[in-house]
C-alpha cells in the first residue's frame, strides 16, 4: 500500500470518526430491524414447517443410527466421502481435525492475506469466490447427507460422484483460483466464470446423485404429545403386553390360564401398595427389567424386549392416571361408541378396539392360544385349531360367544375336560362388551361401519294410547 493511499484511507476514516453515528436513533434502529426480521423468520418457521414430533431418546434402542444435527450434515457427508479414497481414509483425523482447521485458519487469516485497501466486491475476487464455492459445497454436501456412498446393490458409483462433487471439484477450483490470483495475475472475468464453472460443476453432480438414489421410504412414529394421548398409548400397549396377567386393570391376585404361572398369587398393581410406594423410576425399572424370578420377562429394549423407553413410561402415565387416586384423570373418550336399539357393530369401530383392550395380549403370535389369533378381521374370522367352530354367523353356539360368557367348551372326546377354558380367564367380559361380541356374531360379523349400518333395524315404535271420548 503506498503512501497516497493510506492517506486517502485515513482521511475517509476521519470523516467517518467525526461525523460519527447517535446510539438513538441510529444504531439502535439497525437492530431492531434485525432483530424483527429474525423474529419474523422464527414465527414463519414455527408455524408452517414446525418440529417434527419424534419420540424420547432411548439409549438402549440399539437399531437407531446417530446422526449430528443438520448444521453439521455437511462435515459428516465430507467425512463420509473423504473415506472413500483408499490412502486417505485410513488416517481419519485429517478429514475430522486438519482439514476443518485448515478451512476455519483461512477463513480467519484471509483478511491477513488479501491486504488490498479495496472495499468493493469486484476488487476482492479472491475471497468472495472461495466463499462461494465453499458455501455451494457446505449446502450441496448438506442435501445429499442421506445419500449412501456404497448402494445396496455394491455400487460404488453414488460415492464416486459425491467425491467429486464434494472434494475433488472444489480442491481444483481452490487451487486455480489461488494460481489465477498471485502467480497468472489472471482477470477479474476469467476467475468469475472458474468460480461459476465450478460451482454449475457441482450442482449438477449432485444433482445427479439426488436423481440416482431414490427417496427413502421414513417410517412414521406416532408421538403422543397431550396427556390424554400418552394415556390412551400407554392402555394399548398394556392391553397388549400386561393384560395376560394382570388382567384389563392390574387387580388381578391369582393369575389364571397363563402356562408356567397358573396359581401365581401377584399383588395387584393397582393397589396402594404398590402406587403408593413405588416410584416411577423403580416401576420403570420393573417393566424393563422385569422380574425373571417371578416368570415376568424383561420388556425393556435394553434388556431384550421390545418396548422403548418412552412407550414404557406412556404404560406408567397411564396406570398412575387411571388407577392412582392422587392423580386427577382427564377425560377419555370411551372405547367404543354406544350401541342404540337395533344398531349393529362393526369390526373396524366397535371390535378392533375391544380385541386391542381385551384379548390381544393372549391372542397374538407366540402365545399359548390354541393358534387362535385376533390382531386383524381376518384371524378372528379363520384361525384357531376349532376355526370351525369358533365364530359361526347367527349361531349363539359360537365358542366364542359360549366362552366370553363364561361357558366352557368341554372336550367331546374328554366330556371331565376344557377344551376351551372361559374367557377371558382372569375377569370376565362386562356385560355391554358381551352384547358387542352377541350383536356382531348374530348380524353376520360386518367389516366395515358402512356395512353395519346396512344392516340396522331401526326399532317399531309402540303406538300411542288414545283418550277415550
Known sequence: MNDETKKKINARYERELNKGERFWPDS??????????????????????????????????????????WYFLFLFKFLAIYGQIPVLGK??????????????GLLTLLPFIEKRPDRHYVKRILPISIMIIMVVGIVLLTLTSEVPTVAADGSKLLGVLQSISGLIIPTLAYIALVLMSYIFKSSTRVMIWTTMLASVSMILVSGTVLAL???????????????????????????????????????????????????????????????????DSAMYEV??????????TPFGKAYGGELSRGEIDYMITYMRYMWDDRFEAPTIKPLFPALADGEVPSYDV???????????SCHRADKENNNYLMTSYEEILTTGDNAEHNIIAGDETSYLLQVIQEHAIMDPEKPDEELIGVMPPSKALKPNIVDVFVRWIMNGMPQTADEAAALFVAPTPEPTATAAP
Not at 352 to 360: F, G
Open 213 to 279: 438414489h431414490p427417496k427413502p421410504v421414513v417410517e412414521e412414529v406416532e408421538v403422543a404429545t397431550t396427556l390424554v394421548d400418552q394415556i390412551v398409548a400407554g392402555q394399548d400397549l398394556y392391553s397388549i403386553h400386561c393384560t395376560e396377567c394382570h388382567g384389563d386393570d392390574g387387580s388381578v391376585a391369582v393369575i389364571e390360564g397363563v402356562e408356567g404361572l397358573e396359581g401365581e398369587e401377584i399383588t395387584p398393581i393397582n393397589s396402594k401398595d404398590v402406587l403408593y410406594t413405588v416410584t
Open 350 to 360: 366397535h371390535i378392533a378396539p375391544i380385541a386391542k383392550r381385551y384379548c390381544i
Open 28 to 69: 439502535i434502529y439497525k437492530d431492531l430491524i434485525v432483530s424483527l426480521g429474525i423474529f419474523v423468520l422464527l414465527i414463519l418457521l414455527a408455524t408452517f414447517v414446525g418440529v417434527a414430533a419424534e419420540p424420547k431418546a432411548d439409549p438402549s434402542d440399539t437399531s437407531y443410527i446417530p446422526r449430528p444435527e
Open 287 to 296: 417393566i424393563a427389567y422385569g422380574r425373571p424370578n417371578a416368570g415376568m
Open 91 to 104: 488416517i481419519e483425523w485429517i478429514a475430522t481435525v486438519v482439514i476443518p482447521g485448515v478451512a476455519v
